[in-house]
Every structure is written in C-alpha cells, then in structure tokens.
C-alpha cells in the first residue's frame, strides 16, 4: 500500500482597497492563490496573459508566477479573498508502508 504524505497551509484573507492601486510582483509570487473577486475590477499581467476580472470572477495564481496586479475601485473600494497556499512537499514524494 502506498501512502501519500503532503504538508499544506493555507492563509485565508480578504482585502479591502479604497484606492485602486497597483502592486508590483515581478519577483514572483510566495505562494499559489485562489481568489474570488468581490466589488471592483482589477487586471493581472505577466509576461504570458493578460487577465481581466469583474465582480464575481475566480482566479489563480500558481507560485513563482511574475506579474503585476492593478486594482480598480468601483464606489467606494474594490475588495476580494485571497486564498493563499503552499504545498511543502511539491513533489508529492511517496511513503512506502
């Protein structure tokens, strides 16, 4: 029988701007995110794709990815969760038992 051994965590944040804003990430993101935009409008650019997001919209960011964010507020602020996690062991290393 194998047995699958992975250490996760996740950080769970939502976040609230109420300026659009722009945040620079060239030097490549900590973790992998899952977010889910709630009020606003935001774009996210890296080399490859340009990703356009409206209220409602999922999106993921996997770990390592290079790019700029631009956060644009709709009355008031824009906001969204921010699920953000790592995986310790990436390789999905087996344990033999």
């Known amino acids: 029988m194998k047995e699958i051994s992975v250490n996760f965590k996740i950080y769970i944040n939502e976040y609230n701007f109420i ?3 722009c945040n620079d990430i060239r030097s490549g ?3 992998h995110y899952i977010g ?3 009020k606003g ?3 996210i650019v890296s080399d490859d794709v340009i990703l356009e997001l409206r209220e409602g919209d999922v999106f993921y960011i996997p ?3 290079k790019y700029m964010s631009y956060w644009y507020v ?3 602020s824009v ?3 921010s699920f953000g996690f ?3 062991d990436e390789t999905y290393g087996y344990n033999m038992t």
């Open 19 to 21: 300026q659009s804003r």
């Open 29 to 31: 993101s900590a973790l």
């Open 36 to 38: 889910r935009l709630k």
């Open 41 to 43: 409008s935001a774009k």
């Open 63 to 65: 770990k390592g990815l």
């Open 74 to 76: 709709d009355d008031m």
């Open 79 to 81: 906001t969204f969760d």
């Open 86 to 88: 790592s995986i310790m």
